[in-house]
């Protein structure tokens, strides 16, 4: 079968304008979209650019917009796409500025991934001690011990540790295309890994505290993105979302999110409803508030007043007993 | 001009673990790599790393498989270096945050590797490398270092014997740049590029080894190419060892475990020189299927392929279309390893005063003739951690050294010529035809004829290569001219396998001659060194095996 490559080229070096180029490949049974770019490379066009490297999914320098969504090349098999598409239509992946044809500056993803402080900070004290040293003649190692289940959020399958860096989710991530300083779902991810690891020694909390500041995991939409099209089956927003829990259970609230939230909760513990107006005062103090006026205002002409004062809801009781047994499961 | 007090080029498992070395004691070291160091190929690694840690184990008994593994051909004083400092090392990484699956005991999990007495294979599922690599680049991030990713080496630059620095060309901008230091550390990975169907990255090109050899450096043991026994039949993607650690089998067209005839003993976990020749005798002989063997995990259970096995059943359905807990995969011995390299002792020297090299690029030499599974990731933490620790030392007393700059302008000069150059030979598909030629006839099986054929073909892409034209004339991220460049380094070290392979006269390891097929200590109990002659050709010279504890016997599993 003759299928057809639509790809998107821009060398800013030869021209300042983005175009499509077509070319028509022959399959092979298996064939993949990183298979397909190279034929086009080594036969028909050597100047179509774009990186590769393991072409088994775990080095995560192919990744690219494939008919629209972030996927890793390599992993990609053109049958399928073909029948769905009738085409495979290669693009750059979005959130980054593109170098050229398939490339896409990486700086600012790899920068954030160092913000977070992507390494132990301290050691477990049995361990601060310990001096390598190499066996003498019929001398035995002796281990530190660490249980399986101190690392059970870390040895899964799907667990942040098996991250590749490969920049899917941040193309994807619906809370970068309007907030550029946002870390997004991989350096996230990779916050959550060490701040769940049992070696951590993370004395005074920094890491969640660091985690908290604006552009951190508050900002994170909730569009779940990165777990749809994550190419390893990772979800970093699981990770962000019980991150949120154990900021807030050790009174990391400073963020305007952590407020929101517990504003929320304590506004229908109290009432049954949401105040609006109080969440908004909780969340942003006296100048969110003022912010939030002009928005207010044009709810307002369309006659989307939240009501100034909150009447109980008639089931009450559930709601109490609800919170009740949550608290109970620690929540 | 840049300047720096270390240069490491490479930024896979022994590149990091120097680097990390050298950080911590806050030296001016600088990364420098083809590509962004999580990209590196050491994260597709697998199955295990090695050490002996179980409780009836010992580093003692890790030597002497390490030896025998080796065909004797492996340095016994690098390799007693490499056993007894194997469990501080994998303490060591565990501290500065590698995850390790647990035993229930607490302590590491360990899982049998071929031609192993003990379990003694450490791994994360059976992503390993992947662990390990990320681990070790975010020690790297810790201490801050300066990375220059997508810098291409082009050149050594040495001065009466001592390192002055490199040439590198700056991918992103087309710019050739000369890096001054005191000392380089070359952790450049193998040449699986020179082969199809080889389990290796595309990046995989040789390009450290063929740097050195044309700087005078000698290259040891070429000829000691490994096939690994199991990767993807249609893409030659690796099958970790560790799926025959957890207990899989191999069947021929028969449905018969075919093993019990080559190494009753060890069955599936025989070392890979085994396992390959065993397999590619059932296929030549007829009994494969679809010219594969399938190794078969189904016994296994779902449960168990899921937790231990997670990687490989993905690349399976992925790649292969099979789904292993419910079909035999089929696989094929493929290229996979370079046990040969750039020559050094066990401190990363090599022949030129500050210059270094660790790892698979590097031949120290712990692998001898064969290396076992699960000790290449280790050789690249322990030669990676000693060269760190031995530069460090080496910086006391040294100084920068003159820059020949004019190295600069030739190797931009080879880059426009070929770029300006409208040849009609075009390098994707004469890599191809060289990479069938050395599969066919330099690869699990050799004879004299097929290789004199071999070096012939070698000869004729040589003069191909002169007619050479890239499409890509620009200066920004011309992947065209990288990989033109790559080429020759692929076809230099090609030269050096083939011809390596005709002089050695005996089989030993993963270098078997039908025309010669015992080992032959007598003659051949050494290593070989290559070196470029004033006329381009491959010279060749010998240098003595370090044996202390064990004498040559005669190898079975």
């Known amino acids: 079968m003759e299928f057809k490559v639509r790809t998107y080229r821009f060398n800013p070096d030869t021209s300042d304008k983005p175009y499509y180029k077509e070319y028509a490949v022959q399959d092979f049974p298996g064939m993949t979209v990183l298979n397909a770019l190279m034929k086009i490379k080594s036969e028909i066009d050597g100047t179509l650019s774009f990186r590769r490297s393991c072409r088994s999914a775990i080095c995560g320098s192919c990744a690219m917009k494939i008919n629209g969504i972030s996927k890793l090349a390599c992993k990609t098999q053109v049958n399928p796409e073909i029948t769905k598409f009738g085409i495979i239509n290669v693009e750059p992946l979005a959130n980054m500025p593109v170098v050229r044809d398939l490339i896409v500056e990486q700086e600012s993803f790899f920068d954030k991934i160092k913000e977070i402080r992507p390494y132990l900070l301290g050691q477990r004290e049995d361990e601060e001690h310990h001096k390598f040293h190499a066996l003498k003649e019929g001398e035995k190692i002796i281990q530190p011990v660490y249980y399986k289940s101190e690392f059970q959020n870390l040895t899964g399958n799907n667990d942040t540790p098996n991250c590749i860096l490969c920049e899917c989710c941040y193309s994807e991530c619906g809370g970068v295309v309007g907030n550029k300083n946002y870390l997004g779902p991989a350096a996230l991810a990779k916050l959550y890994r060490y701040s769940e690891d049992p070696r951590d020694n993370d004395r005074n909390g920094s890491r969640l505290v660091n985690g908290s500041k604006q552009g951190g995991m508050w900002d994170c939409v909730h569009c779940q993105a990165c777990e749809e099209f994550c190419p390893k089956g990772i979800s970093p927003v699981k990770g962000i979302v019980k991150m949120h829990e154990k900021a807030i259970k050790n009174s990391i609230t400073f963020s305007s999110g952590a407020k929101h939230i517990i504003s929320i909760a304590k506004s229908i513990q109290e009432t049954g409803r949401l105040d609006e107006v109080k969440v908004a005062f909780d969340t942003g103090g006296i100048t969110g508030l003022i912010n939030d006026l002009p928005m207010a205002f044009g709810a307002g002409l369309k006659g989307k007043i939240p009501p100034i004062r909150l009447k109980l809801i008639k089931d009450m009781d559930d709601i109490r007993l609800a919170y009740k047994e949550l608290d109970l499961e620690g929540k | ?557």
């Open chain 2, 1 to 557: 001009m840049l300047k720096h007090d270390v240069v490491i080029v490479g930024a896979g498992l022994a590149g990091l673990r120097a680097c990390v070395e050298l950080r911590k004691k806050g030296i001016d070291a600088i990364i420098v790599s083809k590509v962004y160091p999580t990209r590196s190929h050491s994260g597709a690694a697998q199955g295990g790393v090695n050490a002996a840690l179980g409780e009836n184990d010992s580093w003692e008994s890790h030597f002497f498989d390490t030896v025998k593994g080796s065909d004797y051909l492996g340095d016994q004083d690098a390799i007693e270096i490499l056993t007894s400092e194997a469990p501080a090392n994998i303490l060591e990484l565990q501290r500065m945050g590698v995850v390790f699956n647990r035993n229930d005991l607490g302590g590491i999990a360990q899982r049998p590797f071929g031609g192993q007495s003990f379990p003694r294979s450490c791994y994360y599922a059976d992503a390993v490398g992947h662990m390990m690599l990320h681990g070790l680049f975010d020690n790297v991030l810790k201490y801050k270092t300066k990375i220059l990713y997508e810098y291409f080496v082009t050149s050594l630059v040495a001065d009466n014997g001592k390192i002055s620095g490199i040439v590198a060309y700056d991918i992103k901008t087309g710019k050739f740049e000369g890096i001054a230091a005191k000392a380089v550390l070359f952790a450049t990975g193998g040449y699986g590029q020179v082969y199809s169907s080889n389990t290796n990255a595309l990046i995989n090109t040789g390009d450290g080894m063929a740097v050195s050899l044309k700087a005078g450096v000698p290259l040891m043991d070429m000829e000691f190419v490994q096939f690994h026994p199991t990767t993807l039949k249609s893409t030659g993607i690796l099958v970790t060892e560790g799926a025959r650690g957890e207990g899989a089998y191999l069947l021929n067209s028969l449905g018969v475990r075919f093993m019990s005839k080559y190494a009753p003993k060890a069955m599936e976990l025989a070392p890979r020189d085994v396992v390959a020749r065993a397999e590619q005798t059932e296929i030549n002989e007829g009994r494969g299927v679809d010219g594969a063997i399938l190794l078969d995990v189904r016994h296994l259970g779902k449960e168990r392929i899921m937790e231990r096995l997670p990687q490989i059943m993905q690349l399976s359905i992925d790649f292969e279309g099979v789904n292993p807990i419910y079909e035999p995969i089929p696989i094929r011995p493929g290229m996979h390893y370079s046990m040969g390299g750039i020559k050094t002792d066990y401190n990363g020297r090599t022949a030129i005063e500050g210059y270094y090299s660790a790892g698979e690029s590097a031949c120290v030499s712990v692998h001898g003739a064969n290396r076992l599974g699960g000790n290449s990731l280790l050789d690249t933490v322990v030669f990676g951690r000693r060269a760190g620790i031995d530069i460090a030392e080496y910086l006391k007393d040294a100084a920068f050294t003159k820059f020949d700059e004019s190295l600069i302008k030739r190797d931009e000069e080879i880059f426009e010529k070929l770029k300006k150059s409208n040849g009609k030979e075009r390098y994707g598909l004469l890599k191809a035809e060289l990479q069938e030629e050395m599969r066919a006839n330099v690869g699990v099986f050799r004879e004299e004829k097929a290789m004199k054929k071999a070096v012939k073909k070698i000869e004729e892409l040589k003069e191909r290569a002169k007619n050479i034209g890239v499409d890509d004339k620009s200066k920004l991220f011309n992947t065209d001219i990288v990989e033109a460049f790559e080429f020759s380094n692929i076809l230099l070290i090609a030269e050096v396998i083939a011809n390596g392979a005709i002089l050695r006269k005996e089989s030993r390891g993963a270098h078997y001659r039908n025309d010669y097929p015992e080992r032959d200590d007598e003659n051949w109990l050494k290593h070989t060194l290559a070196t470029l002659g004033d006329n381009g050709n491959i010279k060749f010279d010998f240098s003595e095996v370090s044996i202390t504890k064990f004498k040559p016997q005669p190898r079975t599993y």
